[in-house]
Nanobody, 123 residues
Framework: QVELAQSGGGLVQPGGSLRLSCVVS????????MAWFRQAPGKERQFVGT????????YFAHTVKDRFTISRDDATNTLYLQMNSLSPEDTAMYYC????????????????WGQGTQVTVSS
C-alpha cells in the first residue's frame, strides 16, 4: 500500500521561506509524475507544481513560478517543495500527490495523496 507522509509547514512571516517534505513508502507501483497542490478554506484544490520523473522537468503555476521549487531525493524517496518569498496569499493546506501517469495540473490525474500540511503566512 502506497503511503505519502508529509512534514514541514507552519507559521511564517511574509517574505519568509519554508520547505515541505513528502516521503513515499510502500507499494510496487511505478510513478511518472509527482506534484504539489494547495487548498485554502472555501476554495478548490489548486495546482502548485509538478515534477515529471521521466524527463526530470518541473512545471509551476504562474502564481508561484520563480518563488517555489520542487526536488526529489531518490535515495530516501522524498519529494520536497521549497517555498521562498511567501505572501499571505500562499496560506493554504498543502498536499503532495503521485500519479501512475504523467500527472499534470488536474487533481483528478493523481491517485495517491499525502495527508496535507498547513502553511500560514502572517505577520
Amino acid at each position: 500500500q502506497v503511503e505519502l507522509a508529509q512534514s514541514g509547514g507552519g507559521l511564517v512571516q511574509p517574505g519568509g521561506s519554508l520547505r515541505l517534505s513528502c516521503v513515499v513508502s510502500g507499494g510496487a507501483v511505478t510513478f511518472y509524475g509527482m506534484a504539489w497542490f494547495r487548498q485554502a478554506p472555501g476554495k478548490e484544490r489548486q495546482f502548485v507544481g509538478t515534477l515529471n520523473l521521466i524527463e526530470q522537468s518541473t512545471y509551476f503555476a504562474h502564481t508561484v513560478k520563480d518563488r517555489f521549487t520542487i526536488s526529489r531525493d531518490d535515495a530516501t524517496n522524498t519529494l520536497y517543495l521549497q517555498m521562498n518569498s511567501l505572501s499571505p496569499e500562499d496560506t493554504a493546506m498543502y498536499y503532495c500527490a503521485e500519479s501512475r501517469g504523467y500527472g499534470g495540473t488536474s487533481p483528478d490525474s493523481y491517485q495517491y495523496w499525502g495527508q496535507g500540511t498547513q502553511v500560514t503566512v502572517s505577520s
